[in-house]
């Protein structure tokens, strides 16, 4: 089981907004990053220190925290936007590193 | 351009070893860590550990200890990750990431190798 908890499957209408969330304690000190994973490729960063986008990353992409919570927010969403989204952050204890369990988003 | 190319697939029987490598260009080789991570089929992402700049610090997570080992060589900007008495259940495929953090209070991975697949089947 991972210590960064994520909703295993999010589905969002074509132009729509999703938000997909990450919980765990860690996130109340570390910040958390986020990254976009299309079958057969390797992850993509979409979002790191919590709300900065990498160059080359759409303004759609943002992202936020709220106590143990951190979200990553897609506004009007593509088809080429379905995919699997994973969080990641420092364990609380900061012997190792964690990912979230990864959600995958359908685009309807 | 900062790039990671990863070797080849591999496939091995079990209680047998790998070696992946993950060569890295583009940026001062020296002023970043690497992370290990893997995937098993349909699974999510699993952390495996890291190496220091100066490839003299490793840390790896707990379910790993014992078995696998991470080094560098500096003079061809080359990381390595050894897997030891490998199992069915690490057929996956083995990512090197570069890291970036900022403050110690933030870590992310960028860029990404393309991935190692290695299989274990007797």
């Known amino acids: 089981s991972s210590e960064l908890t994520q909703d295993p499957a999010v589905s969002v209408a074509l132009g729509q907004t999703v938000r997909i969330t990450c919980q765990g304690d860690s996130l109340r000190k570390y910040h958390a990053s986020w990254y976009q994973q299309k079958p057969g490729q390797a992850p993509v960063l979409v979002i790191y220190r919590e709300n900065n986008r990498p160059s080359g990353i759409p303004d759609r992409f943002s992202g936020s925290r709220s106590g143990i919570t951190a979200s990553l927010t897609i506004t009007g969403t593509q088809a080429g936007d379905e995919a699997d989204y994973y969080c990641y952050s420092r364990h609380s204890s900061g012997s190792h590193w964690v990912f979230g369990g990864g959600t995958k988003l359908a685009v309807l | 351009q900062v790039l990671l190319v990863q070797s080849g697939a591999e496939v091995r029987k079990p209680g047998a070893s790998v070696k992946v490598s993950c060569k890295a260009s583009?940026?001062?080789?020296?002023?970043?860590?690497m992370h290990w991570v893997r995937q098993a089929p349909g699974q999510g992402l699993e952390w495996m550990g890291l190496i220091n700049p100066s490839g003299d610090y490793t840390m790896y997570a707990q379910k790993f200890q014992g078995r696998v080992t991470m080094t560098r060589d500096m003079s061809t900007s080359t990381d390595y990750m050894e897997l030891t008495s490998l199992r069915s259940e690490d057929t996956a495929v083995y990512y090197c990431a570069r890291d970036v953090s900022w403050s110690d209070l933030a870590w992310w991975l960028d860029p990404w190798g393309q991935g190692t697949l290695v299989s274990v089947s007797s």
């Open positions: 583009g940026y001062t080789f020296t002023s970043h860590w």
